[in-house]
Nanobody
Framework: QVQLVESGGGLVQAGGSLRLSCAAS????????MGWFRQAPGKEREFVAS????????YYADSVKGRFTISRDNAKNTLYLQMLSLKPEDTAVYYC????????????????????WGQGTQVSVSS
C-alpha cells in the first residue's frame, strides 16, 4: 500500500553534513507517523529519530540529539533527516519507516510499531 524510497546518502568527512530524503507513495502520508533507523555492519538496527503526522512533535536518540533534525513536507510526501557534525560512528545504512497509526513519537522508537520500510541508503563518515 505504501512504498518508501530513501536517497541522499553518500561519503562525507567527519564534521560534515548530509541530508537524507524519504519519498513516500500513497495519499495518506500526512496521516503517518514516521521514523529514521540505522544499521551498521554487524550491529542491530538502531532508532535515530521520529516525527508525528503533522510534524509538530519529534523525538531523537541521545546519540544524535542536537546534531540531527527530522522533518517532513506533507505536500511533497517526503520525510527528511538533516545530519550535522557527522561522526564516524554515524556510518550505517539509514532506513525510513511509516506507521499507519501515528503512534506517540516516543513509541515510534520501537521498530515493531512500523508498517512499512524503505530499502535504505548508505551513509559513510570518514575520519
Amino acid at each position: 500500500q505504501v512504498q518508501l524510497v530513501e536517497s541522499g546518502g553518500g561519503l562525507v568527512q567527519a564534521g560534515g553534513s548530509l541530508r537524507l530524503s524519504c519519498a513516500a507513495s500513497g495519499r495518506t502520508f500526512s496521516r503517518y507517523g514516521m521514523g529514521w533507523f540505522r544499521q551498521a555492519p554487524g550491529k542491530e538496527r538502531e532508532f535515530v529519530a521520529s516525527i508525528n503526522s503533522s510534524g509538530g512533535n519529534t523525538y531523537y536518540a541521545d546519540s544524535v540529539k542536537g546534531r540531527f533534525t527530522i522533518s517532513r513536507d506533507n505536500a511533497k510526501n517526503t520525510l527528511y533527516l538533516q545530519m550535522l557534525s557527522l561522526k564516524p560512528e554515524d556510518t550505517a545504512v539509514y532506513y525510513c519507516a511509516a506507521d499507519q497509526d501515528d503512534t506517540f513519537v516516543i513509541g515510534l522508537s520501537r521498530p515493531s510499531v512500523y508498517d512499512y520500510w524503505g530499502q535504505g541508503t548508505q551513509v559513510s563518515v570518514s575520519s
